[in-house]
């Protein structure tokens, strides 16, 4: 059995039965997995710090008197379960969560009471507020929260239709999807400004409101950095077709860029409509993650969104994108420049393709020639119209010293100087040394033409002379023959 094939085995095995997600499901996701028995942290959080409340049924006659009238059930998680609620006091509705009875435990419910702390310190528009956390009248932990009304966001992506019939989205559709998840991005680069990462993301714990409101929901198994930005869990928690390589190993170091890999998931389902990794059971699903975390992207997707889809899913973390505010910046372009990433995309390939046909010593000068100047004035036409794009001004500089240098080799003096010119003021400080040396090798090849074109004129001088002379003493033959005639 693979290495990879027996930490599966391993991390399938840690999972309650009661808790196995159906990894196989759509669009239906499943439930994240909690392992907070085996997880809990040493802190001094305890139910008899909390406030006592009054909590009774809505069906009673003197509910009035309660602090909370309980109503219907609004879901359940992995330990958690949340019922909607009347708050007596301000007559509103809001939303109670509380331990599963089948998940009651001092973990558990320390869990929920850290879920609540770390949530009181996330004030921002796309994350539901915590009002309070109190003990219940059966001495349990409750948290009130914000009830929010809304579809889940799986629901959501389920009702549309591909445009293509691939089962990608695009468009108009896709575009106003990627709004909401811009609103996701910025409430996770919040709660990672706060130090706190949310281990959990995925279209079915974000909600889509009647009024365009967009939540992250279920912090229950969020976590707070350490002063060096990692978390050192215990196990994994999670949900398995949206995880992080790293979340798998035997003692999994989290940081930022674990929630990075898990918003590129959730954008990969966003646009295929379904989670990146799949399999028949729990283990299956885990042993792809750790030999194939980088999933397969159709030949459909939009270029510039595949890169950012993928720069978010590299199985290093130290490949992804630092943070989440640097991927929301990039996803921020992709939206608002729409065309020109496009063509930054196909830039790239064209700029990959030039340096490896500027190192061929038989490569086709035409073809060259061709690929880079549609190279080049496409990366100029992106600066011109995006210029705080620095990628894209670096790879222009890169395109014209292949191409200043392929001018020079060609001996196309006036090309390779206008070429220099335009790589000078881009790259400034940081190019002034490769100008240089380009400026004294076109120097070099004017004069060397100079000298062969001086030699070529005084060749040519002579050989004109000596053909006026032939043509001086055949006219004088002429002539001759020509005056005999007359006699």
């Known amino acids: 059995m693979s290495d990879a094939k027996n930490q599966a085995a391993r991390l399938a095995s840690t999972i309650p039965s009661d808790l196995l997600p159906t990894v196989t499901c759509f669009p239906r996701l499943p439930w994240p997995i909690d392992l907070s028995q085996s997880q809990s942290q040493p802190a001094d959080i305890s139910c008899g710090h909390l406030s006592r409340l009054d909590i009774k049924s809505k069906d009673d006659s003197e509910k009035a008197s309660f602090d909370f009238s309980v109503g219907a059930l609004i879901g359940s998680g992995g330990f958690g379960i949340v019922h909607s609620a009347e708050q007596s006091c301000l007559n509103r509705e809001v939303a109670i969560k509380r331990v599963r009875p089948d998940r009651r435990s001092a973990a558990a419910e320390e869990q929920l009471q850290r879920e609540?702390?770390?949530?009181?310190?996330?004030?921002?528009?796309?994350?539901?507020?915590?009002?309070?956390?109190?003990?219940?009248n059966d001495k349990e932990p409750v948290l009130v929260m914000r009830w929010i009304r809304g579809v889940p966001w799986n629901d959501k992506l389920a009702e549309f239709p591909s445009s293509e019939g691939d089962?990608?989205?695009?468009?108009?559709?896709?575009?106003?999807?990627?709004?909401?998840?811009?609103?996701?991005?910025?409430?996770?680069?919040?709660?990672?400004g706060q130090g706190?990462?949310?281990?959990?993301?995925?279209?079915?714990?974000?909600?889509?409101?009647?009024?365009?409101?967009?939540?992250?929901?279920?912090?229950?198994?969020?976590v707070e950095l350490q002063d060096d930005g990692v978390y050192n869990a215990l196990g994994f928690a999670g949900t398995p077709c949206f995880a992080a390589p790293e979340m798998?190993?035997?003692?999994?170091?989290l940081d930022a860029r674990t929630d990075v890999y898990l918003l590129g998931s959730t954008l990969y389902n966003i646009v295929t409509g379904y989670p990146p990794h799949q399999g028949e059971t729990t283990e299956e699903v885990f042993e792809r993650i750790l030999t194939s975390p980088m999933p397969t992207f159709a030949e459909g997707w939009p270029d510039a969104l595949?890169?950012?889809?993928?720069?978010?899913?590299?199985?290093?973390?130290?490949?992804?994108?630092?943070?989440?505010?640097?991927?929301?910046?990039?996803?921020?372009?992709?939206?608002?420049?729409?065309?020109?990433?496009?063509?930054?995309?196909?830039?790239?390939q064209d700029l990959n393709a030039l340096i490896e046909m500027a190192e061929d010593r038989n490569k086709d000068i035409s073809k060259f020639n061709e690929l880079g100047t549609?190279?080049?004035?496409?990366?100029?036409?992106?600066?011109?119209e995006w210029p705080s794009n620095t990628t894209v001004a670096r790879n222009l500089e890169?395109?014209?010293?292949?191409?200043?240098?392929?001018?020079?080799?060609?001996?196309r003096i006036a090309a390779a100087r206008s070429i220099m010119v335009q790589y000078r003021e881009l790259a400034g400080d940081t190019g002034a040394d490769r100008a240089d040396v380009m400026?004294?090798?076109?120097?070099?090849?004017?004069?060397?033409?100079?000298?062969?074109?001086?030699?070529?004129?005084?060749?040519?001088?002579v050989q004109l002379i000596e053909r006026l002379a032939a043509k001086e003493q055949e006219y004088d033959e002429l002539m001759v023959a020509y005056k005999k005639l007359c006699k």
């Open 439 to 461: 400026r004294h090798r076109i120097d070099a090849l004017a004069d060397q033409l100079i000298a062969k074109g001086d030699e070529l004129s005084m060749n040519i001088q």
């Open 196 to 222: 706190i990462i949310h281990r959990d993301i995925k279209p079915s714990n974000i909600v889509i409101g009647q009024y365009g409101e967009v939540y992250l929901l279920d912090w229950g198994i969020s």
């Open 248 to 253: 798998l190993s035997r003692a999994p170091k």
């Open 374 to 384: 549609r190279c080049r004035f496409g990366l100029e036409r992106i600066l011109h």
């Open 398 to 411: 890169k395109c014209l010293y292949l191409l200043c240098n392929a001018a020079i080799s060609q001996q």
């Open 306 to 348: 595949k890169m950012l889809c993928r720069k978010a899913m590299e199985a290093d973390p130290n490949d992804r994108y630092a943070s989440a505010r640097a991927m929301l910046e990039d996803l921020r372009y992709v939206i608002e420049y729409g065309e020109l990433t496009e063509l930054e995309a196909d830039c790239d």
């Open 116 to 136: 609540a702390h770390l949530m009181g310190r996330l004030e921002h528009p796309a994350i539901p507020p915590a009002y309070l956390i109190g003990m219940g």
């Open 167 to 192: 089962g990608l989205l695009r468009g108009a559709v896709l575009r106003n999807e990627l709004n909401s998840f811009i609103r996701i991005c910025e409430a996770v680069a919040f709660s990672h």
